[in-house]
């Protein structure tokens, strides 16, 4: 148990040999689970439950805080499993425990902890809680990175629990930003941490900085990772996150083309399709792909931050083939809804890649541009022409 202002503590628990977190995400550091307890002169709060796996070792430091006595609250600000696993078992400790979190939360919540008489108390934004002399606000901060995130505010002592929020997946066993040894490692695991949970929501994200610069918190507690505060790291982190989530707002539009070519055909329209999208957007990032000797996690990182793209593909054995099924697997299936897409490809016999491709990212919600664009064999010059005009034809509808 370490302090981390008068009357709070945190009750954290430290994970420093994790490779994987939510089996993609690699994370070299390690991570912190961490939790939080506040003392009012009247009742008590555990902020943040913890992880199902480490539920024993985590109650017993709750235990331990509580210095036999009980819980009055348990502050759920998000329930992806790291966070809601051991509501459970804490609910199961201290029956008379009242859970607050968001509605969207009180929803996972049953279904987390398959009890049918569980009924947490559902907080609003701005609804408060009096610990006697310690208040906690409620602020919701939906998609940060789940629609049921919501901050946590200790009025008195100007400590913000922003849950996932400036997280980072870094271990540090002394708790706080200015114990920090390996600074460069820490910048480097805060920034993948971005891309990997915050990346997806940049307007949510700046919804959660104007929260933040109306409270003006001299703490931010988060749920991984170090206590960041006003006198080290705090104002830095905050605006990286201002900085990243805005920074594409003002750059040229980015459409990369993707494509796999059996025999130079599909390849052919792609050079005559960029040369028409550059045509009409002169400003434009336009860059072509030739996936079969690509890193496709690469390419996935292209395509994911895309204003638009294009995709063209043969038609092998009546679909397209395997390495542009692999790129569409890696699609942000978050932010594709309403993504420009056009799709282009030679064909042999029937040409099925085109509309199996359409039908896989119309099922993603993506706006995928009509007609395709599909020449038999090998094109001959008036088919690059026309090639030519359908870039132009895509590029305008942007």
Not at 70 to 91: F, I, K, Q, R, W
Not at 181 to 191: D, I
Not at 292 to 312: H, Y
Request: charged share 20%.
């Amino acid at each position: 148990m370490k302090k981390v202002a008068n009357g709070v503590y945190s009750v954290s628990i430290y994970n420093p040999n994790m490779r994987s977190f939510d089996v993609e995400l690699h994370t070299e550091y390690g991570t912190s689970y961490n939790s939080y307890v506040v003392y009012g002169s009247l009742k008590t709060a555990v902020i943040e439950a913890n992880h199902e796996t480490f539920a024993e070792e985590w109650l017993a430091q709750v235990e331990a805080a509580m210095d036999g006595r009980e819980p009055d609250y348990l502050v759920v600000n998000h329930t992806e499993p790291d966070h809601s696993g051991a509501v459970a078992a804490c609910c199961k400790l201290y029956p008379n425990i009242t859970v607050l979190c968001s509605s969207s939360a009180a929803i996972m919540l049953k279904n987390i902890t398959n009890d049918p008489d569980f009924k947490p108390q559902v907080v609003k934004d701005g609804d408060s809680v009096d610990l006697g002399g310690m208040t906690l606000e409620f602020y919701g901060a939906p998609f940060l990175h789940w629609p049921d995130t919501m901050f946590t505010w200790l009025l008195e002592r100007k400590v913000a629990f922003t849950c996932d929020f400036l997280g980072s997946h870094f271990c540090e066993p002394l708790m706080f930003d200015y114990s920090i040894v390996y600074r460069r490692e820490f910048s480097a695991a805060f920034k993948e941490y971005y891309d990997a949970i915050m990346y997806p929501f940049p307007s949510w994200v700046q919804n959660g900085l104007k929260i933040l610069d109306a409270l003006k918190p001299e703490i931010v507690a988060t749920s991984h990772g170090p206590i960041l505060t006003k006198d080290c790291v705090l104002d830095r982190c905050i605006e990286f996150y201002r900085k990243w989530s805005t920074e594409n707002e003002a750059a040229p539009k980015k459409i990369p083309i993707f494509y796999c070519s059996a025999y130079k055909n599909t390849e052919k329209l792609a050079l005559s399709i960029a040369k028409g999208v550059r045509k009409t957007l002169p400003f434009a990032k336009v860059s072509t792909f030739d996936l079969v000797n690509a890193d496709i996690e690469q390419m996935a990182d292209v395509m994911n931050e895309s204003d638009a793209f294009l995709l063209g593909s043969p038609t092998i054995n009546k679909t397209a083939l395997p390495t542009v099924w692999n790129l569409v697997a890696e699609i942000d299936a978050i932010n594709i809804a309403k993504r420009p897409v056009a799709l282009f490809g030679s064909y042999g016999w029937s040409g099925e890649a085109l509309p199996h491709l359409a039908a896989r990212l119309q099922s993603l919600k993506a706006k995928v541009f009509e007609p395709q664009f599909k020449v038999q064999l090998v094109p001959t010059n008036d088919d690059l022409a026309a090639a030519e005009e359908f870039g132009k034809a895509f590029a305008e509808s942007l």
